[in-house]
Nanobody, 115 residues
Framework: QVQLVESGGGLVQAGGSLRLSCTIS????????VAWYRQGPGKQRDMVAS??????MYANSVKGRFAISINSGNNMVYLQMNSLKPEDTGVYYC??????????WGQGTQVTVST
């Protein structure tokens, strides 16, 4: 099985920065894509960033402010968040997609951006 654990969330003022981490453990062969999703209060869960096949993708709402990266040496994925806005508030989830095995989700970490 595969386990994903997010960390690094917290309370930050608007304009500040935060870095989220996702540790992936278990059977990691055939890992294709890792993505960060966000679910704001009363909103649906949407993808904000992904990395796989040497390419990164970002939602329009975070382009230029967020950066996703992966360290294959320790199986950790990061989301650097800069110039945070109140609308960035929500629970951030890490998701790993595997070839022929489907996807796995972490439990999420809360990010709150105050005005």
């Amino acid at each position: 099985q595969v386990q994903l654990v997010e960390s690094g969330g917290g309370l930050v003022q608007a304009g500040g920065s935060l870095r989220l981490s996702c540790t992936i453990s278990g059977t990691i062969d055939r890992l294709n894509v890792v993505a960060w999703y966000r679910q704001g209060p009363g909103k649906q869960r949407d993808m904000v960033a992904s990395i796989g096949g040497g390419a990164t993708m970002y939602a329009n709402s975070v382009k230029g402010r967020f950066a996703i990266s992966i360290n294959s040496g320790n199986n950790m994925v990061y989301l650097q968040m800069n110039s945070l806005k109140p609308e960035d508030t929500g629970v951030y989830y890490c998701k790993a997609d595997f070839r022929l095995r489907g996807g796995y989700w972490g439990q999420g970490t809360q990010v709150t951006v105050s005005t």
